[in-house]
Structure formats: C-alpha cells, structure tokens
C-alpha cells in the first residue's frame, strides 16, 4: 500500500480584531433577543376599568366617583361642567343635573373628566331622543327637558321599577290638576339629604325645589335618571291616582282618595314604629 504524503494542516485561527467582531455580533443578536419581547410589551393596548354610575345619583355623587376613579383631587370633575354646557339644552343653564347618564363607562390613564362628562351627557341626549321618549314627550306637550325632569322625580320616589308607571302618573294627575306634586324627594334635594322622614317644617322651606309650596315640577331634574323612568314619564300606566306612600320596601299603596292615603300613611307610621332601632344617646 502506497503512502501519500500529505502536509500537515494548520487550524484557522480568528485575529484578535476577528474575535472582537464576533463577540460584538454575539451582544447584539442577544441583545435583539432580549428586546423584541420588550417592545412588544410596550406596544400592548391598555385595559380599560370600568366605572358605573347607578340610577338616580345626584350630580355631585357623579363627580366625587369621576375624581376617585380617576384619581383627581376632590372638584376636578365639577370643574370641567363648563366643557359639557354646549351639549346640554338651553333650560340646563349649563347645569348637567339628570344628564350624566348613569350607565358603566370605558376609564383608561388617559380618560378626563371633560370626556367622561361629554360622553355621560351625549348618552342622555341619545336616550332621550330615542323614538318612543321623544315621541312621548311631545304627545305630552313636554321638552325633552322637561322629560328628564320628570323622569329624575320618578327615579327618586318609585320604590321599584314596576312602580314607575304608577308613580308617572300620578306626577301627571297631579300637574293635570293643577295640584303641588308634594314629592319628599324634591325637599331632600333642597336640603342635600337622603331620608323617607319629611317634617312640617322641612315643608315649608323656601326653596324653588319645595314642591309642597311651588306648583309644577322643579326647575331642574334632582337625579340621573334612567331609561326606564324616562319612559315612565311619557307613557304613565292608566289610573286616576293623586297619591301614593312606600309602606315598606315592595309594598307602595296607591290611592285616589285622601281619605285613603291617610289610612296607608298610619300603616306606614305604624311599620316604622315597631321596627325602629334604638336611639342613640
């Protein structure tokens, strides 16, 4: 067997400028690696949170929740009322009581309080220019104002929602006769209370929002209502009742007699009697 001769085979090696290039290359390549998934991140939509106004909140209740959600120090979202003013009928005055719709709203790290106010305002507007509110309204010979005015009251003084038509039409009979609505809700509006305790005294408060001295409806909505009571008040259930009283929870008595109310009214003051809790003090 032949031998051929082969000279020895010398092994490349990199020069120092050589392995410098390489490492450097190795750093970028991890270094892009590491960074696509960075970016990727960052570019990630946010989340949005959700905030619910309920039905029946006051003006004031909206704000406070619009300045905690969006972590604003106390008045910023009153401060931007001025912003939703041109949105909002000329009767408002620039006041969106009963025009912050209560809805759940879309909050991001971007949202303002003049966005979320323009957006609580532009909902009622479309709630209250749907065919069967308008419509109503107007067969009542009423503004859409007007509308929301009613429909705020409503939302206060219907103990449940099956209520509401009853309760509407009430409000109706009672505009219809020229009598005062006498609404205890409008009273707590004036003196920025909650409470079903209505006191001589508290009857005759000086107050446009008096409704057992003042005729007609108050000269702003009191709340935020919604649709239901908005429809409530343009289409009230047939009765002839003046009057109504919430004896307990789920049982409001309706009636078309003074005579009557007054027999539910002592119900009432007998319920509250035997399941009052102990006075302080």
Do not use: C
Not at 106 to 111: L, N, Y
Not at 248 to 272: I, L, M, Q
């Amino acid at each position: 067997m032949s031998h051929e001769y082969r000279p020895p085979q010398r092994r490349s090696r990199l020069t120092r400028r050589g392995r410098l290039a390489l490492f450097l290359g190795m750093l970028l390549a991890i270094g892009a690696v590491v960074l696509i998934p960075v970016l990727r991140g960052a570019q990630e939509p946010e989340r949005p949170r959700r905030l619910t106004i309920p039905e029946g909140w006051r003006a004031a209740q909206v704000y406070a929740a619009v300045d905690r959600e969006l972590k604003l120090p106390p008045g910023s979202a009153k401060s931007a009322v001025a912003t939703v003013a041109p949105a909002l009928p000329a009767e408002a005055k620039g006041n969106p009581e009963g025009y912050l719709f209560p809805a759940t709203y879309p909050v991001t790290s971007k949202t303002t309080p003049a966005a979320l106010l323009a957006d609580m305002v532009r909902t009622a507007n479309e709630k209250l220019a749907t065919k069967a509110v308008a419509d109503g309204g107007k067969a009542h010979g009423m503004t859409p104002y007007q509308t929301a005015t009613m429909a705020s009251v409503i939302e206060a003084e219907a103990d449940t929602r099956a209520d509401m038509g009853k309760v509407a039409r009430v409000v109706h009979n009672r505009l219809a006769k020229s009598m005062p609505l006498q609404m205890d809700s409008t009273l707590n509006y004036a003196l920025n209370r909650n409470t079903v305790d209505t006191t001589l005294s508290d009857t005759r408060i000086d107050s446009p929002f008096n409704t057992y001295e003042r005729q007609g409806l108050p000269p702003t909505p009191i709340d935020s209502p919604g649709l239901e009571a908005m429809a409530a008040a343009v289409a009230p259930t047939p009765g002839d009742w003046l009057y109504f009283v919430t004896v307990k929870p789920g049982d409001t008595r309706f009636s078309t007699t003074y005579a009557e109310h007054r027999k539910h009214v002592a119900d009432f003051n007998r319920h509250r009697a035997a399941h009052a809790g102990p006075r302080a003090g």
